[in-house]
């Protein structure tokens, strides 16, 4: 079992920045992949960014790099920095884990952008 636990969300003026964190626990040396993602009111569950164990990662074309995913291994921590956020970036973002054939989902953490 891997727990996920992000924070950094709030509320936000349109164009300010936030930084998400997300600290896995438990049985992380399965870990195979780390990333975020994000579900808006209405709307499908969207991958944001996902970063590897080989190093790659993949971002949502409509973010055009104001958003940027990075890992500190040794604190088994995933963040993703927003930046230049817009009105179209409330949603609830999520923390997901590959490990051991299984995905593993945090609670999320509400990010919500003022006009």
């Known amino acids: 079992q891997v727990q996920l636990v992000e924070s950094g969300g709030g509320l936000v003026q349109a164009g300010g920045s936030l930084r998400l964190s997300c600290a896995a626990s438990g049985d992380i040396h399965g870990i195979n992949a780390m990333g975020w993602y994000r579900q808006a009111p209405g709307r499908q569950r969207e991958l944001v960014a996902h970063f590897t164990i080989g190093g790659s990662t993949d971002y949502a074309a409509s973010l055009k790099g104001r958003f940027t995913i990075s890992r500190d291994n040794a604190k088994n921590t995933v963040y993703l920095q927003m930046n230049s956020l817009k009105p179209e970036d409330t949603a609830v973002y999520l923390c997901?884990?590959?490990?051991?054939?299984?995905?593993?989902w945090g609670q999320g953490t509400q990010v919500t952008v003022s006009s």
């Open positions: 997901n884990v590959f490990s051991r054939g299984y995905s593993y």
